[in-house]
């Protein structure tokens, strides 16, 4: 045998490994709606376009040598599927007006576990991730003790129980109020990100908009209004949960598990948007 049977060109190897990767993971570096998976790229120091499977809106460092888990389709999954249960209720599903059945998911799923998710996010370096995960998190465990029995304001003994500390609607106003601005924040970051993780926070937003407006009309009286925004917002709210779903499916999901990948929708004013046209103008030439 020659010698150039038993040696490789310079760096050829390392590339053939590259592309082995991205071919076993599903990963397209040039796909113009879909996102490599962040395990599709082995290199340590390469940098990953936003992936809302990774909670991630902007770019973000390789994941190759993370040592735990990835914690956003977790926490994603639990915000989902308690937005689920009460937008079904804030829709009148089926009859259903109580919410009640939303609080033992908001202490436990959408409150507990999805704070847990915050902090694991926090501890791998992700700003956003930890930022939003950690609130939401917050979010469902203190609506939660606002609808507990015995707990909430205007349950018995609670400040708003007679109306002389003022409307629980208003009250309940506010403090959904507040979480819009939080989430229009948040929405925000996402613009150079995603279609579907821009319209997971886009539809979320709305969502607080409409409810917290829902409970403004029904403090003035006009309870067909408040009616109309409460089913408004629950509509966005099963859409935000079902987006939720799909970025926490797409944060799963590769060839190691799935016969077929989910596409992102990368925007075109993304680096990976920005990307994909310069591979195809060079490809074009």
Known sequence: MSATDHHTAPGAEEKDATTTSASINGGHPHHRFGDPHPNANSNPHAVMASF???FQPGLFKSVADRKIANP??????AFALTTFVLSCVNLSTRGVTSASIAVPLAFGYGGLVQLCAG?????????FGATALSSYGGFWIAWAFLEAPYFGEDGVGGDYADGSSGSMDSAAGFFLMGWFIFTTILLLCTLRSTVMFFSLFFTLDLAFLFLACAHFANDNGSTDASAGLKKAGGVFGMLAAFLAWYNAFAGIVDSSNSFF??????FPWSEKGREARAAKAV???
């Open 119 to 127: 902090m694991w996010e926090m501890a791998i370096g992700n700003t």
């Open 261 to 266: 990948l989910i596409p992102v929708f990368h």
């Open 52 to 54: 809302g499977g990774e």
């Open 283 to 285: 490809t074009s030439v």
């Open 72 to 77: 956003a389709p977790l926490g994603l999954s």
